[in-house]
């Protein structure tokens, strides 16, 4: 399922068109600790906490907070309630009009206020103390705090954040200072961007979202999707399927030093249903790569001009900045052409590789590295600045690897959430390469896209389940890829 996400300003502008429908600001301040306290019952009724303590800040994440602590009053009365104030309100905001500040006023008697330094025991952390506002590093007693909850024994805790971590960026997912480490965030209304970018994977935990009663998301221009509980689709195997049907892809190689991406990609291709993988590499190397791959064929770089016709798929870019290549007969394929590895140190500097790549069907899969020395950019920009900046063209789709990957075209772009830590290693961006080139030939460009970082991903979890989140072996990796389909019953 694919739900809206976005930056400060779209959540603010959801926020905004919901009370112009008619639904004040304190009923979505409820709303939000409803959608709050679903989760922590949940984790109430699993760790059995001594005592539920909230660091509350003056905003509308405090706000939250003070509205869930009535809550838990009301609905757990047998559990201590404790607040830490970590800002206090300014007279200017006593108004009737601040629902933090009336929520706060509706505080329940049986609710200590302590100090975060006189906490012990078997703790259930609730962090609302700042939102998707936060621009700027934390300090005073709200730093003090992060430092407290963070540092407070791991066995002895769980955390769960409101809307964002604080200290995270909303927009970037970087800390500002430092940062709440939670076990589990609700965010609110739609999905943050800095909660899948950056940091914000490792700080927010769990990612659940909360849902407010607000406004309709079709009203709303949403440029940014997340892919909610990503599952493969099925593909329909024809009877009389046979080789041709299901595909021929080229794989362009390199230096023959890095001719294992080019046999991963391959392998990829093949154990997602591709029927057939031609690899060219200068003449030269051809002895040294016969045989690595049963089912692998072989061609003269050289001779390509007139053999790209009888291909539907390109992979093109693994060891290729070694050697010379003429992209001039790139000109009349028609196929989808998979850009990875050294391709982004080549078109930086060869302009014409970009005007030859601009009318054709592309997918680019850079990794934060390639991304980065492909755009020239500074090592401190965001790295969700640079998904947005990559020129694309109309059938181009960008495919920019990270733990939560961002499938991105020129109209919008789709997170498909971080899933397992198997997937950090070298190999396994080659694989979702071969993953590309398949998905793309069965459906639209951008759903192929899509699809195939699914995949990528369910052959990472499944690698994870059946072996371990450190079993980097790419042939069981490549394995696992044909494993993803779900189990018709």
């Not at 249903?273 to 061609?299: E, Y």
Request: charged share 25%; proline share 4%; glycine share 8%.
């Amino acid at each position: 399922m694919r739900v809206p996400a976005g930056k400060t300003a779209d959540s603010r502008a959801f926020d905004k068109k919901a009370m112009e429908a008619g639904i004040p600001s304190l009923i979505l301040m409820e709303n939000a600790a409803f959608s709050l306290f679903i989760e922590v019952k949940r984790v109430i009724n699993e760790w059995k906490p001594e005592k539920i303590i909230v660091f509350a800040g003056n905003g509308g994440n405090g706000g939250d907070g003070f509205a869930l602590l009535r809550i838990l009053a009301d609905r757990v009365p047998e559990i201590p309630l404790f607040l830490v104030e970590a800002a206090e309100f300014k007279e200017a905001n006593k108004i009737p009009e601040n629902s933090a500040w009336a929520n706060r006023l509706m505080m329940p008697e049986n609710v200590q206020v302590v100090d975060f330094k006189d906490v012990y025991g078997k703790v259930f952390f609730i962090d609302a103390m700042l939102g998707t506002g936060l621009k700027s590093e934390i300090s005073g007693k709200i730093r003090e705090s992060v430092g407290f909850i963070n540092s407070y024994p791991a066995d002895r805790k769980f955390v769960v954040s409101v809307d964002v971590p604080t200290g995270l960026d909303c927009d970037t997912g970087a800390v500002l200072g430092d940062a709440v480490k939670a076990d589990l965030t609700v965010t609110m209304g739609i999905y943050k961007t800095g909660l899948f970018a950056g940091n914000g994977t490792e700080r927010s935990g769990k990612i659940v979202l909360g849902h407010i009663s607000a406004v309709n998301e079709k009203d709303n221009d949403f440029r940014y999707f997340i892919e909610e509980n990503p599952e493969v689709r099925n593909r329909e195997i024809p009877l009389d399927s046979f080789k041709n049907r299901n595909g021929h892809l080229l794989v362009i190689g390199g230096d023959v030093e890095k001719v294992g991406a080019t046999i991963i990609s391959a392998k990829s291709f093949m154990s997602c249903g591709g029927g057939l993988v031609t690899a060219a590499f200068k003449k030269d190397f051809l002895p040294s790569i016969a045989g690595k791959m049963p089912g692998l064929m072989l061609t003269d770089v050289a001779e390509l001009k007139n053999e790209l016709r009888r291909f539907q798929a390109l992979v093109i870019g693994p060891g290729l900045s070694e050697i010379p290549f003429d992209f001039e007969i790139l000109k009349d394929f028609e196929g989808v052409i998979v850009v990875d590895a050294g391709m982004f140190d080549i078109m930086p500097e060869n302009k014409k590789t970009g005007e030859i790549l601009k009318d054709k069907k592309v997918v680019f899969t850079p990794h934060q590295g390639e991304i980065r020395r492909s755009l020239k950019a500074d090592k401190n920009e965001p790295w969700i600045s640079l998904v947005e900046r990559f020129p694309l063209e109309k059938n181009h789709v960008l495919i920019a690897k990270s733990h939560a990957t961002f499938v991105r075209d020129a109209e919008k772009t789709v997170i498909v959430p971080a899933g397992a830590k198997a997937l950090a290693f070298g190999g396994s961006g080659d694989a979702l390469t071969g993953i590309a080139a398949y998905e793309t030939l069965q459906t639209e460009l951008f759903e192929g896209c899509v699809n195939a970082v699914i995949r990528h991903r369910a052959a990472g979890i499944e690698l994870e389940k059946r072996f371990s989140a450190v079993t980097h072996d790419i042939e069981k990796l490549v394995e696992m890829i044909a494993l993803t389909e779900k189990k018709n019953a």
